[in-house]
């Protein structure tokens, strides 16, 4: 793991460990920044890794709670609150509620799996498995230009630069 400054001399874990807090406290515009500044101005590997796990976690939470919640029982609920019978209401108010709890339970569980990412990152260890960043950036970057380079390559087609391992 890289745990040395950046290109700005801000700290990669700093930087890491704030995606997770801010995707903990469902955060998004701090997180996509946080993002874009890893990707685009640091081009840290590691950093990257770990700040489009963060996003990626904060969006699974987004999409399984609009699917989950406002479509299945949010839609649910409205069709029967369409009845004016009051038994029928009760039952609209019952799934609102089963949706209330499942989306508190869905965040305590997003919150969970952050805290424990921080809590890696914070100890030295990566908070996600090697294969993630590779598969989702595409295997090797440059560190000067960024672009992509094979693993097995040398220098990079786009700067000339050499790779350093």
Not at 84 to 110: E, M
């Amino acid at each position: 793991m890289n745990q040395d400054k950046g290109k700005y001399g801000i700290s990669l874990k700093l930087v890491a460990m704030l995606a997770f807090v801010f995707a903990a406290l469902l955060q998004p515009i701090p997180v996509l920044l946080i993002a874009a500044f890893a990707l685009i101005a640091e081009r840290d590997k590691w950093l990257n890794k770990h700040v489009i796990a963060a996003v990626v976690l904060m969006t699974a939470f987004y999409a399984v709670r609009l699917i989950l919640i406002d479509w299945v029982f949010g839609g649910i609920a409205g069709f029967f609150g369409w009845f004016n019978v009051f038994a029928l209401l009760q039952t609209a108010n019952v799934f609102y509620k089963i949706g209330s709890v499942i989306s508190a339970l869905l965040h305590i569980a997003l919150v969970v799996v952050c805290i424990i990412a921080v809590i890696r990152v914070y100890s030295g260890k990566s908070a996600i498995p090697e294969q993630f960043g590779d598969k989702v950036l595409g295997g090797e970057v440059c560190p000067s230009c960024g672009a992509k380079v094979k693993a097995e390559a040398k220098f990079c087609p786009t700067c000339g630069k050499e790779i350093t391992k």
